[in-house]
């Protein structure tokens, strides 16, 4: 039996930090405004997301957005929601971004905030909506691989087969060759089914400046069964995966 990675969902991107399962952070700099009211306001805004102070930045960008309803607004007083354990009004924040967003911010900006939305689902445990989220983000970021991890680390913690969760690793490490979780995930999937293929064997991440490696599976466990063996096999998988990777 597996150990589910409960913690790698919250993933890469922000503060929940900024970047990792997800990505929960400040963002980018909030854009000025002309009149001087507001450009204090984004002033007062940007300290408080710059000093990870959520309920003051929070307070700041909805009196901002009163005035100036732009995406990049929303998108910041979503993540200072996220951060405050207010799930429901991060995703109501982060869908009036994209309302905003979509004639005016780039794919990958709006591929972001899907991530974000369904970041912010998996807190309230609505797998699906996240799943679908994820794949939104995943359609229309020209570098999905967050978007795919995220996947990939969902449908994992949800108890997915390989058929459905080892897919969106895949095109993580296709998107992201260097991104050591995927090959982890996907490792672990496939030990706990038995099909760590044909020779037993599973890809981890190159080495700097060389290409990937085959991890093989001892004879000796080839017949193991059981939960003691199998997470044995996959912290071993982990470590020869991490020693693998490059530095981030």
């Known amino acids: 039996m597996r150990r589910k990675l409960a913690a790698l969902v ?12 997800a990505q929960t952070g400040a963002g980018a700099p909030l854009p000025a405004e ?18 990870k102070k959520w309920p ?8 901002l957005i009163s005035s100036a309803p732009r995406w990049n607004y929303y998108e910041a007083l979503g993540n200072a929601q996220l951060n405050q354990g207010h ?5 109501e924040s982060y869908r009036r971004a994209i309302d905003l967003a979509h004639k005016n911010a780039s794919t990958a900006a709006v591929g972001r905030i899907y991530t974000m939305i369904g970041n912010a689902n998996l807190k309230l445990k609505n ?16 570098n999905p691989a967050t978007a795919y991890f995220n996947l990939c680390a969902t449908m994992y913690n949800m108890g997915q087969p390989a058929a459905k969760t080892v897919p969106a690793c895949d095109k993580a490490i296709a998107a992201d060759p260097k991104k ?3 090959y982890f995930i996907k490792g672990s999937v496939l030990l706990g089914e038995g099909t760590i293929g044909k020779d ?10 060389g290409s990937a490696q085959t991890i093989s599976r001892p004879r000796s466990q080839r017949r193991a069964r059981g939960g003691r063996q199998a997470n044995a096999r996959v912290s071993e998988i982990a470590a020869t995966v991490l020693a693998a990777a490059p530095t981030l």
């Open 200 to 209: 037993n064997k599973t890809i981890a991440p190159p080495r700097h400046g």
């Open 87 to 91: 799930y429901a009004a991060s995703i």
């Open 10 to 21: 919250l993933l890469a991107g922000f503060v929940l930090a900024v970047p990792a399962l």
């Open 180 to 182: 050591a979780d995927a």
């Open 127 to 142: 797998n699906d909506a996240a799943i679908a989220a994820f794949n939104m983000a995943a359609e229309i970021d020209p």
């Open 34 to 51: 002309s009149s001087a009211d507001e450009q204090a306001l984004v002033a007062k805004a940007q300290a408080a997301l710059d000093a």
């Open 56 to 63: 003051d930045a929070e307070a700041a960008l909805k009196q």
